[in-house]
């Protein structure tokens, strides 16, 4: 028996090699500091798992509507304009909102065009579409837009665009997105914004959403998640704001696929966008902090572009790489020696880089670069 030609075209995370690894230093008893994983470690803030409490007690654990919960669609409509809730189709986290748009305006052939760096998932969840993703080099982490346009041929079909990046911490200028918004109308192009990390920009430099620019709105789909922002990766909350048609197209696909996302979960995510926002612009500013901290401990070790957005440093160790080691290798040894756990940046499509995470307590991000750094 042979599996479908489609799956054996997906190669699994490539950080599974890093599991028995990390397993092997805990059963030496030595302690693993993980820079790895894309999580606060922040506590969910207590009026969302009050709510999530309240609709247990209140037995909300039924079907509900396929699109979601139409208070929480009509809360996320009224933050975008001229949106309503058949605009916004609720899904498992951002990564099955981005999945299922794949599956939504793809065709087999058809080709994506997404700058790398880039999150792990984008380049396999459009081969799973059957289509093909065209990866175009970045500037130092910022767009190319000439390069991209160059890249547009009749079988393009939509350009990707995420910004906070994953994994640079770049945020696009307004200059550079709207050239891209230019290029998708030129050419009849479907943008895709992955906006998860739309609130953590430092410095008081101002984001620029995709949505802004309202000609591009019936080609934009745009996702965002509650995971980052209000530190609920566990519940599995996102969404995408999509021109009617395709919202729909979605939501027939979310039928077939899990049907609604946990009814309970949703009203935690209510909840959440009824928060004073005073906390999490505090928590923002810790990362800030956190971003300032972790970037000073990388002087002397490694090359960085300072982020501008979300909660990475993408540094560039190339240096520090031995005859024939890619950064994956570089990341096993650093993880073998000093218990620290870091992403080598080939998975991202850019090999000679890793990425570290800073969203951890300050005393075990000062610890994990003086463990680097004795290494070194």
């Not at 547009?152 to 050239?179: C, F, H, M």
């Not at 609604?260 to 500013?285: K, Y």
């Not at 520090?320 to 993880?335: C, M, N, P, Y």
């Amino acid at each position: 028996m042979k599996l479908s030609n489609r799956i054996q075209r997906v190669e699994g995370s490539k950080t599974a090699r890093f599991i028995p690894l990390i397993e092997g230093l805990k059963r030496q008893d030595r302690p693993v500091i993980s820079l790895a994983i894309g999580e606060p470690t922040v506590d969910t803030p207590a009026p969302i798992i009050d709510a999530t409490k309240r609709a247990l007690d209140r037995q909300e654990t039924r079907y509900v509507d396929m699109a979601g919960l139409m208070g929480l669609r009509t809360a996320l409509a009224d933050r975008f304009d001229g949106c309503g809730p058949e605009n916004i189709v609720v899904f498992n986290g951002s990564k099955q909102a981005l999945y299922a748009i794949f599956q939504t305006i793809c065709d087999p052939g058809d080709q994506v065009i997404i700058p790398v760096p880039c999150w792990v998932s984008y380049a396999e969840q459009v081969r799973l579409a059957g289509a093909e993703p065209v990866l175009v080099p970045t500037k130092d982490h910022q767009l190319d837009p000439d390069a991209m346009a160059a890249a547009v041929t009749e079988k393009t079909k939509a350009i990707l665009i995420n910004s906070p990046n994953n994994p640079t911490g770049a945020v696009y200028p307004r200059g550079d997105l709207e050239a891209i918004a230019r290029l998708a109308v030129q050419n009849d192009l479907f943008v895709i914004a992955d906006e998860a990390y739309d609130f953590f920009v430092y410095d008081n430099l101002p984001f620029f959403s995709l949505y802004d620019p309202a000609p591009l709105r019936d080609r934009l789909i745009l996702t965002r998640s509650f995971s980052k922002h209000y530190a609920m990766t566990g519940f599995r909350v996102g969404y995408a704001v999509a021109p009617t048609a395709v919202a729909a197209a979605m939501v027939r696909l979310q039928s077939h696929l899990t049907g609604n996302v946990c009814t309970f979960a949703q009203h935690g995510a209510m909840a959440a966008l009824e928060m004073d926002e005073d906390l999490l612009i505090r928590r923002r500013a810790d990362l800030q902090h956190k971003r300032d901290l972790a970037f000073d401990q990388l002087a002397g070790l490694f090359p960085c572009i300072r982020p501008q957005g979300a909660f990475y440093l993408f540094p560039d160790v190339s240096d520090h790489l031995r005859k024939g080691e890619t950064s994956g290798d570089f990341a096993a040894r650093i993880l073998e020696k000093t218990a620290v756990a870091v992403v080598p940046g080939e998975d991202f499509g850019m090999d000679g880089h890793v990425r570290i995470c800073f969203a951890a307590p300050d005393d075990r991000l000062l610890d994990a670069f003086e463990r680097i750094r004795e290494v070194l």
